[in-house]
């Protein structure tokens, strides 16, 4: 199934859109409609669609200014943009595609034919650079597993691990917690994007991790939260992240092997967005 977005203040244009793709034989579409560009890109906080067919002149916002805020808000591999254009304006065309759109149709040269054929080809565009990305995740965790065999140093294995996921994962902080106490711990390494505030060596109390999830830890779940507000965090967990910046949050516990029965808990690997 294929998300498409129709970002188009004109309900006919949809109208015909929607028609286009619902005779389309070659793929199913699960279809959304916007009448204006805010809306679209609060839609593309929570879910990311495969296509967006994008009209150049909305109500709210111009469609290279929305091309500028959706780059801020997702990369770019996630999403193709195809933008619709007056008869006249292929100049406007070429600078949306210079600005990050994909493909441009001219509304009044539309055919069922030209239409589908473009839609074909964002969404072949958006599975190669799917699949170029997933080849570079794997060259990325190869490159981890070669320099943590390459070094017996706990802090270089650490340090370079936190570096080549942040690569990975594009994400703003990734660190490594470690558990020094039952109630602190301290940050022991830490890879994050120029503009955030560092907290490496920071010591912070272990009961804000344990109070909420301590126990699924110990277990070796994974935990995940796209907000964090929404996640069911005690108020002094929230304040914690909200003083690094965090809004996504992504904890893998590390563990380390014990004969008894359980698992000793040595520390949490954590991903901030």
């Not at 990369?75 to 008869?87: F, K, Y």
């Not at 994050?192 to 060596?201: A, D, E, R, S, Y």
């Not at 992240?241 to 954590?270: D, M, R, S």
Request: net charge negative.
């Amino acid at each position: 199934m294929t998300t498409v977005f129709f970002v188009e203040d004109s309900a006919e244009d949809r109208a015909l859109y929607r028609r286009f793709l619902e005779r389309d034989d070659r793929y199913t579409y699960d279809i959304y409609e916007f009448g204006s560009g805010n809306k679209a890109l609060q839609a593309c906080q929570e879910k990311i669609p495969d296509v967006i067919l994008l009209d150049f002149q909305l109500p709210d916002l111009g469609g290279l200014e929305f091309l500028t805020q959706l780059q801020r808000q997702t990369s770019n591999s996630q999403v193709s943009v195809i933008m619709l254009t007056r008869q006249g304006d292929e100049t406007i065309a070429v600078q949306a595609i210079k600005s990050g759109a994909d493909d441009y149709l001219v509304k009044g040269k539309l055919t069922r034919e030209n239409f589908c054929r473009t839609i074909h080809g964002a969404i072949k565009h958006k599975q190669l650079m799917q699949q170029l990305e997933q080849q570079e995740q794997q060259r990325l965790v190869g490159a981890i597993a070669l320099d943590i065999r390459q070094s017996l140093k706990l802090q270089d294995i650490l340090a370079t691990s936190v570096k080549k996921v942040c690569q990975l994962f594009k994400a703003d902080r990734v660190l490594v917690y470690q558990f020094t106490h039952k109630v602190h711990g301290s940050v022991v390494a830490e890879s994050i994007l120029p503009q955030w505030t560092p907290i490496f060596g920071l010591e912070i109390e272990a009961t804000c991790f344990q109070e909420n999830h301590g126990e699924k830890y110990r277990q070796g779940k994974i935990w995940a939260a796209t907000n964090i507000y929404e996640a069911g965090l005690s108020d002094s967990h929230i304040q914690l992240l909200e003083q690094f910046q965090v809004k996504a949050n992504l904890v893998v516990p590390i563990l380390l092997e014990n004969k008894g029965t359980q698992a000793l808990e040595w520390g949490l690997f954590i991903v901030h967005q």
